[in-house]
């Protein structure tokens, strides 16, 4: 049972517009949640991370926002570029639960020049 | 540029084999990682440690696989007897841990490892 879910697996954009990832999780337990990013023949490198005191967060071109209520987050790119084409994880994890996180399946996001 | 590496990259092996596979943390990082990635799962924790203790490592099938920390610079995650079902990638993740889960985590570029 999929406790961080990403319902799609791929995404394509346009350089230049908005991507939008998005990311639901099950257990109300989770409080902290990270973004990331994955190229081919690479491990996984962090991206932007939201405590749940938060529902927004900001950094550059990449801003998370978080929904507890619907227990939904979603990670904007704005605006897109043909570097940001990769797979994009989701993390969820509890801070009494010390480090374990819960990742998603990914999305593969493909930025059409 | 401080990375982690892993050996070996690729890895092809029969079932019934033992497999081996060895992570170098970043210098300094005193926590460890160790996921497998399955295009059903996902990325899983198999196991962690912290100043080469171990101290999860529930993820993990215990009758075929362990994990240990020789030394500070050394991870090793080994699989025996191999099985196809455990054909994945491995990765190993290190960071510099103050005990919250939001210490980064520094991925290596993993162990690709099929098992036929």
């Known amino acids: 049972d999929q406790q961080v879910k990403q319902n799609s697996p791929s995404l394509s954009v346009q350089e230049g517009r908005i991507s939008i990832l998005n990311c639901d999780y099950t257990n109300s337990m989770f409080d902290y949640f990270l973004w990331y990013k994955k190229y081919p023949a690479e491990g996984p490198t962090f991206l932007i991370s939201i405590s749940s005191i938060k529902d927004k967060n900001e950094d550059g071109r990449f801003t998370v926002f978080l929904n507890k209520s619907a227990k939904h987050l979603s990670l904007h790119i704005v605006p897109s570029q043909p570097g940001d084409s990769a797979v994009y994880f989701c993390?969820?994890?509890?801070?009494?639960?010390?480090?374990?996180?819960?990742w998603g399946l990914g999305t593969s996001l493909a930025v059409n020049p | 540029d401080a990375r982690v590496t892993q050996t070996p990259r690729h890895k092809v092996t029969e079932m019934g084999q033992e497999v081996t596979m060895r992570c170098q943390p970043i210098?300094?990082?005193?926590?460890v990682f160790w996921y497998r990635q399955t295009m059903m799962q996902g990325l899983e924790l198999l196991a962690y440690f912290r100043n080469r203790a171990p101290l999860d490592d529930s993820g993990m099938p215990k009758d075929r696989f362990s994990a240990e920390m020789p030394d500070a610079t050394l991870a090793t995650l080994k699989i025996q007897p191999s099985e196809p079902r455990d054909s994945a990638v491995y990765f190993c993740?290190?960071?510099?841990?103050?005990?919250?889960?939001?210490?980064?985590?520094?991925f290596g570029p993993g162990t690709r490892l099929t098992v036929l």
């Open positions: 993740a290190s960071g510099l841990s103050a005990g919250l889960i939001s210490d980064t985590q520094y």
């Open positions: 210098l300094g990082h005193n926590t």
């Open positions: 993390a969820a994890g509890n801070a009494g639960n010390n480090r374990k996180l819960i």
